[in-house]
């Protein structure tokens, strides 16, 4: 599998911009919405600008599609279109394909599983999934550093329609390369056109 990445050039977007994003691109690419469709979306990156809000730069917010090399063309179309996500008005430039960079540790912003809304059990469900990919990695849910919370585990809310869908970032340590590709091409857990369980390598600080 690869990414695609297009350029995203507006101004802002919601911090939970998943189901949104998804709805937007499916009204250009209607296969999206096909259970056999494997195409898995990223979130936006951006700068929090507060109040559930991040601001766009063009230099590195991206919107990342990881796919088979056949399903390229069928997303090619999106380069140049505008969108409307959550009422924030973007527009698509030009793609550029990467490979998966295998890396030691990965992060997801957010991972979703069904049943699963307290940091301990939620755990256990990753560790399971993990264990079914065969990867032996550590997982780990990131803390808050500051505020009255500092210490706890974060946690995360996906907006899906009238739903508010609750999961938590992960963090999982210590692949080897070919299981650090293999959880970037499988992800974890649910809604993986929302943004859901896409796991990027963890930049240095």
Do not use: W
């Given at each position: 599998m690869l990414d695609l990445h297009f350029p995203v050039l507006g101004s802002s977007l919601s911090v939970d911009h998943g189901y949104d994003l998804y709805g937007a691109l499916a009204r250009l690419v209607p296969q999206l919405h096909e259970a056999a469709c494997k195409i898995r979306v990223?979130?936006?990156?951006?700068?929090?600008?507060?109040?559930?809000?991040?601001t766009l730069d063009s230099r590195f917010s991206r919107l990342r599609l990881r796919l088979a090399a056949e399903e390229i063309p069928l997303v090619l179309q999106l380069a140049g279109k505008a969108i409307d996500v959550g009422g924030h008005r973007l527009r698509l430039g030009v793609p550029q394909?990467?490979?998966?960079?295998?890396?030691?540790?990965?992060?997801?912003?957010?991972?979703?599983?069904?049943?699963?809304?307290?940091?301990?059990?939620?755990?256990e469900a990753?560790?399971?999934?993990?264990?079914?990919?065969?990867?032996?990695?550590?997982?780990?849910?990131?803390?808050?550093?500051?505020?009255?919370?500092?210490?706890?585990?974060?946690?995360?809310?996906?907006?899906?329609?009238?739903?508010?869908?609750?999961?938590?970032?992960?963090?999982?340590?210590?692949?080897?390369?070919?299981?650090?590709?293999?959880?970037?091409?499988?992800?974890?857990?649910?809604?993986?056109?929302?943004?859901?369980?896409?796991?990027?390598?963890?930049?240095?600080?």
């Open positions: 990223g979130p936006i990156r951006g700068s929090y600008a507060g109040n559930g809000s991040l394909v990467r490979n998966l960079i295998p890396a030691p540790n990965l992060v997801a912003r957010l991972v979703t599983i069904k049943g699963f809304t307290e940091p301990g059990p939620f755990l990753v560790g399971r999934q993990l264990a079914k990919l065969e990867i032996a990695g550590q997982p780990g849910i990131p803390q808050l550093t500051e505020g009255a919370r500092a210490g706890q585990p974060r946690r995360h809310v996906l907006r899906v329609k009238d739903k508010r869908v609750v999961g938590f970032p992960v963090i999982v340590s210590g692949l080897s390369a070919e299981e650090s590709v293999n959880l970037q091409e499988n992800g974890l857990g649910g809604r993986s056109r929302m943004g859901c369980g896409f796991f990027l390598p963890v930049q240095p600080r």
